[in-house]
């Protein structure tokens, strides 16, 4: 059995973020996320650390950044049991989050730019 996710406003942050790029067809990487939420490194990755142990996201390694001069990105996504703990977690604590794939389509992008996530293996 997984551990229990301790449940603060940066996890809700990142959950909404990566629900959004489930939508749009997005895996992101940690640098992604921080920009998507606001947050500090430190505490983005400390949330990833923590979703990562309870078995709600997972996170893959890209074989080479296609700039050849950054090293390569660790890319996460919502894992079968994480997306509809996810999904119950935000309906409870942030129901208003939850729009329709539609409402959420282009802020990800806005936000993010074209390069800044992956491309969709979801």
């Given at each position: 059995?997984?551990?229990?996710?301790?449940?603060?406003?940066?996890?809700?942050?990142v959950l909404e973020t990566?629900?959004?790029?489930?939508?749009?067809?997005?895996?992101?990487?940690?640098?992604?996320?921080?920009?998507?939420?606001?947050?500090?490194?430190?505490?983005?990755?400390?949330?990833?650390?923590?979703?990562?142990?309870?078995?709600?996201?997972?996170?893959?390694?890209?074989?080479?950044?296609?700039?050849?001069?950054?090293?390569?990105?660790?890319?996460?996504?919502?894992?079968?049991?994480?997306?509809?703990?996810?999904?119950?977690?935000?309906?409870?604590?942030?129901?208003?989050?939850?729009?329709?794939?539609?409402?959420?389509?282009?802020?990800?992008?806005?936000?993010?730019?074209?390069?800044?996530?992956?491309?969709?293996?979801?």
């Amino acid at each position: 059995m997984s551990p229990p996710v301790r449940v603060t406003k940066p996890l809700l942050d990142v959950l909404e973020t990566l629900i959004t790029a489930l939508h749009q067809g997005y895996e992101l990487h940690g640098w992604a996320i921080i920009k998507a939420t606001g947050r500090s490194g430190p505490t983005v990755y400390g949330v990833l650390d923590r979703l990562e142990d309870a078995g709600w996201i997972e996170g893959n390694w890209e074989d080479r950044n296609p700039d050849p001069s950054k090293p390569a990105r660790r890319f996460y996504k919502l894992t079968g049991v994480g997306l509809p703990a996810a999904r119950n977690l935000l309906l409870e604590r942030r129901p208003r989050s939850l729009r329709t794939t539609h409402e959420v389509d282009g802020s990800l992008r806005r936000l993010l730019g074209p390069t800044s996530c992956g491309g969709s293996t979801l």
